[in-house]
């Protein structure tokens, strides 16, 4: 098991959203996944990491999107908007994917979150002292920081540069525990 835990978004971070369909009520009935990021999550799952999908929307749509990709298993908590009744920045976002994998704020240091959005991803994971990853390859999103919050401690530019960033990471905390001993 991994001493990294990986808080990820869904839109535009694994998921492509200009090929979502959605319904009337706009719940996300059939989406695809962007090119390699449903092969990194099943990685990192393999790996070890304990993840957790944060994200804003409805369960219904991460249900529908996760079980039709069929990696619904690779997530071991979830925080949903439409559940919680805040989106991202918010710290209730965090606070509960916190609370679903057993985690106080002395584990905020080994806590990375992976998103394609600086308003919401990156500000939530700053003010919480999570370590925040930017997905740059989101034509949706702005990517150049307005302030000091957005600005994320990483960014790469495909799915498949995070294995190598997070293995550097997770061997940082592991270094950082060991040398507390």
């Known amino acids: ?35 390699g990021a449903g092969e990194t999550l099943v990685k990192l799952y393999e790996s070890g ?4 999908l944060v994200a804003d929307g409805t369960k219904t749509s991460f249900d ?3 079980t039709e990709n069929g990696l619904d298993y690779c997530f071991h908590a979830k925080a949903i908007s439409g559940e919680l009744g805040k989106e991202k920045p918010a ?19 080994r806590i990375v ?6 308003k919401r991803d990156i500000v939530g994971a700053n003010r919480m002292g999570i370590t925040s990853i930017l997905i740059s390859y989101s034509p949706r999103y702005v990517m150049q920081p307005g302030n000091e919050e957005e600005i994320p401690d990483y960014v790469i530019a495909k799915p498949s540069e995070l ?19």
């Open 49 to 52: 990491y304990k993840i957790a």
């Open 1 to 35: 098991m991994k001493d990294l835990i990986v808080f990820i978004d869904s839109g535009d971070t694994i998921i492509d959203e200009s090929t979502e369909i959605k319904d009337e009520f706009g719940t996300v009935l059939h989406s695809k996944m962007i090119e």
């Open 113 to 118: 979150m992976i998103g394609n959005n600086l």
């Open 64 to 66: 529908n999107i996760y």
């Open 163 to 181: 294995i190598g960033l997070l293995e550097q990471l997770d061997l940082q905390v592991k270094n950082k525990k060991i040398l507390k001993k």
């Open 91 to 109: 710290e209730i976002m965090f606070r509960h994917a916190m609370n679903e994998l057993g985690l106080t704020d002395e584990d905020t240091h």
